[in-house]
């Protein structure tokens, strides 16, 4: 199995040339995501949940089913405006507001996934990443097709799994279309994989197809954080509330 190819990006300059290179081969769109530390896979939230010490499919499938339920018996009440039905944006609302779903978050901004690498944080000395994701490849590999996946059509079961138990347990990663249902979703370019097992996409065996991988350098975070502040690419940019706004004026 070869490795995913791995390049370094150590100012915007290096940044510039991977998006080029990214959308040279390709006519269709690439999505992006930054880690604060290299090593984390890429893995939704929920799949590297252990509620003990050893946790098989199963298990890990009815504990995703028991937070998503027990999360809507409280959504309902505490939001107004509560989507009804529609699991797509019930499981996005999920993963908005912090709770672990199969959901993974890209966004179509290199410059974005670039300030979530070098974000100031506890891994501010840690070696980042920058991953680019070609979509279409994603689901042409996994589903024959090049087209983004509707909840409503391919990918359904995927979508349903985590609210009921399915018959055929989906177990495939897909790029997804969801309805932006927060601000925040909008300003960020937002858009998701979903995963329907917890093989992280980098460990795939056909990854080389639609997925790249460029080390952020800690000792470049600083100066690059910098670059992308001239660039108006900030904290209370990509949050567009009161909180981060503050915040922003404090700092």
Not at 181 to 196: E, N
Request: charged share 25%; glycine share 4%.
């Amino acid at each position: 199995m070869t490795e995913t190819r791995v390049k370094m990006i150590d100012s915007l300059h290096k940044l510039l040339d991977a998006v080029l290179r990214a959308n040279h081969p390709s006519s269709t769109e690439v999505w992006w995501r930054g880690h604060a530390m290299e090593k984390w896979n890429l893995l939704p939230h929920i799949w590297r949940l252990k509620a003990g010490k050893t946790q098989t499919r199963d298990e890990q499938l009815q504990l995703e089913r028991d937070l998503t339920i027990r999360f809507l018996l409280g959504a309902k009440i505490r939001h107004p405006h509560w989507p009804q039905e529609d699991h797509s944006v019930q499981l996005a609302m999920m993963q908005h507001y912090g709770l672990p779903t199969r959901l993974l978050d890209w966004t179509e901004s290199p410059l974005f996934a670039l300030f979530f690498a070098v974000r100031e944080g506890e891994h501010e000395t840690c070696d980042g990443a920058l991953w680019a994701l070609m979509p279409s490849a994603l689901n042409k590999a996994e589903f024959k097709t090049p087209m983004l996946l509707s909840p409503h059509t391919r990918a359904k079961k995927l979508f349903k799994a985590p609210f009921c138990a399915v018959k055929t347990v989906q177990e495939k990663h897909a790029a997804v279309v969801v309805r932006h249902v927060d601000l925040r979703m909008f300003v960020q370019l937002s858009a998701f994989t979903i995963h329907g097992s917890r093989i992280p996409l980098e460990e795939m065996g056909n990854r080389d197809k639609y997925l790249v991988k460029y080390v952020v350098p800690a000792k470049n975070k600083v100066e690059l954080r910098r670059g992308l502040y001239d660039l108006g690419i900030r904290e209370a940019s990509l949050f567009p509330d009161l909180e981060h706004l503050a915040q922003e004026l404090k700092t």
